[in-house]
Each structure stands twice: as structure tokens, then as C-alpha cells.
């Protein structure tokens, strides 16, 4: 992982070995490498948690969380509705044993078997 961020040039090694490659970090990177984990746990994408840590700040930050709550609050509603259209796919097919239902938004066609 510190690989790939130094790669996105989230955190860098404070030293290379040259001969070896070996990347180095020091105690005070440690603060941002917390930042990173929590933003990347918290599903940030690359360039938001770069922007983040470039103007870290409370208020950003709190900005930030809230549009990701409402990112998420929609990825659940398709999710719930994912879920009753199956609920309805299973109801429709006990009902209905020789049939096909199929669909599509708010569309909802049959198929005779």
C-alpha cells in the first residue's frame, strides 16, 4: 500500500536507499499515514483523499463527510429498490410457476414459458 501512495503522491518516504530501494518513513508521517487509512476506510477515492490532505481542515473534512453520506444514502436506496424488485421477482414466480416476469424500471412484462 505505501507503494501505491507514494505512487499517488499521497506519502511519500522521507528517505530511499539507493542501493537498496528500501523506502523509509519517519514517526511524524505516521499522523498522515492515520489520515489516509480513515479516509480510504471511509471510501474516499484517490484524488478526494489527496485534496483532503492538501487542505486539511475541519471544516473540509466535515463538508466532504456530508456529500459522502449523501453519495451513500443514494447507493443505498438503488440498493433497496434492487432488493424489492427481487422480492417482487420472487412473489411474481411463486404465483406464477410458468411464467417469466422481466423488469425493467417501472415496466413490468410477461413471458409465457
Not at 519517519?26 to 490532505?53: C, H, T, W, Y
Amino acid at each position: 500500500m505505501l507503494r501505491y501512495y507514494d505512487s499517488q503522491g499521497l506519502l511519500k518516504p522521507s528517505v530511499i536507499d539507493p542501493v537498496t530501494g528500501y523506502r523509509m518513513y519517519s514517526a511524524e508521517q505516521v499522523p498522515e499515514l492515520q489520515k489516509i487509512i480513515m479516509l480510504r476506510d471511509l471510501n474516499f477515492g484517490v484524488a478526494e483523499a489527496k485534496d483532503l490532505l492538501q487542505n486539511w481542515n475541519s471544516g473540509h473534512l466535515i463538508q466532504s463527510l456530508h456529500y459522502k453520506i449523501k453519495d451513500i444514502e443514494q447507493l443505498i436506496r438503488i440498493e433497496q429498490n434492487r432488493i424489492g424488485q427481487s422480492r417482487e421477482h420472487i412473489e411474481y414466480d411463486r404465483s406464477n410457476q410458468n411464467n417469466v416476469a422481466i423488469y425493467h424500471d417501472e415496466e413490468h412484462l410477461d413471458f409465457e414459458l
